[in-house]
Nanobody, 125 residues
Framework: QVQLVESGGGLVQPGGSLRLSCAASGFTLKSYTIGWFRQAPGKEREAISCSSRGGDSADYVDSVKGRFTISRDNIKNTVDLQMDSLIPEDTGIYYC??????????????????WGQGTQVTVSS
């Protein structure tokens, strides 16, 4: 069975940092385009970062560029999202997902095939 499990969320003050991890089972992450997404309360889910097949390139939505970093650990079969300089607008449920078809990642929600259950991130004083 193909599974993705996110972890690392929690409550953090503005300006703080969190590192999210997405663990895969049933397949090898290095062979696929992967992305991170979030859904703020009352808003639609949005793509915030992605990594192309093989990890040759990555992209970020403007609102997180320079603050978030996506990375892969092929030995652990995980993909991480390092989040620095967090602001209250970063609050939401964060998901990882895999695109089985596209070799280059796209910052969009449709097209990703496998999703994790999400992990809550709350940025508040």
């Amino acid at each position: 069975q193909v599974q993705l499990v996110e972890s690392g969320g929690g409550l953090v003050q503005p300006g703080g940092s969190l590192r999210l991890s997405c663990a895969a089972s049933g397949f090898t992450l290095k062979s696929y385009t992967i992305g991170w997404f979030r859904q703020a309360p009352g808003k639609e889910r949005e793509a915030i970062s992605c990594s192309s097949r093989g990890g040759d390139s990555a992209d970020y939505v403007d609102s997180v560029k320079g603050r978030f970093t996506i990375s892969r650990d092929n030995i652990k079969n995980t993909v991480d999202l390092q989040m620095d300089s967090l602001i209250p607008e970063d609050t939401g449920i964060y998901y990882c997902a895999v695109d089985l078809l596209l070799p280059i990642c796209v910052l969009r929600v449709p097209g990703y095939h496998y999703w994790g259950q999400g992990t809550q991130v709350t940025v508040s004083s």
